[in-house]
């Protein structure tokens, strides 16, 4: 919850999508969308931590929107990660499980509905790191394009508005 409250200030306004001149192609299978979620979320989330871990999700499987609104983000997050740490708090490490809901589209855009569960671990300096999580469960949509490489991730974002939300819910 902290974590949303912290880094909330990352959303920006729902822009609109604009699919380019790529023919229609099979929609992957719900295992393979998952994993790239998986991957986005986890690059998402460790972006909270001291150190963060390099990137695991290849560009080539990211929309050039998503690279963006991600690159507008950090400047953000650094910001309150900040602001956090002069508070005496920082995030030592986090957890975080993707299941995949559904899967809908066509052969020019795949909607994927699936649920983010997140536990993060706290450290302070007046009681060092903590042994019990802070965590959030929370219902995103995914938004694949597809690329003459195969399917690219072009934005996640909630499904329902409100709450303390994750850093860099990524939307054009």
């Keep these: 919850m902290l974590l949303g409250l912290v880094l909330s200030g990352c959303q920006t306004p729902a822009g609109s999508l604009e699919p380019g001149p790529i023919p229609s192609v099979a ?83 795949a909607i994927v509905h699936f649920k983010e569960k997140t536990e993060q671990y706290l450290a302070s300096t007046a009681n060092g790191p903590s042994n019990v999580p802070s965590g959030y469960s929370l219902p995103e949509t995914a938004t694949f394009l597809p690329s003459a490489d195969g399917w690219q991730l072009e934005s996640i974002e909630p499904s329902e508005q409100g709450g303390g939300l994750p850093m860099s819910i990524v939307k054009g």
């Design 27 to 109: 929609i992957p299978s719900s295992a393979a969308l998952s994993a790239i979620i998986q991957s986005a979320v986890e690059d998402r989330n460790g972006a909270v931590l001291d150190t963060p871990p390099a990137p695991r999700l290849p560009e080539g499987q990211t929309t050039a929107t998503y690279r963006t609104k991600r690159a507008r983000d950090l400047p953000v997050v650094e910001r309150s990660k900040a602001r956090l740490k002069s508070a005496g708090f920082w995030y030592t490490s986090f957890s975080t499980t993707v299941t995949v809901e559904s899967v809908e589209g066509t052969g020019s855009m």
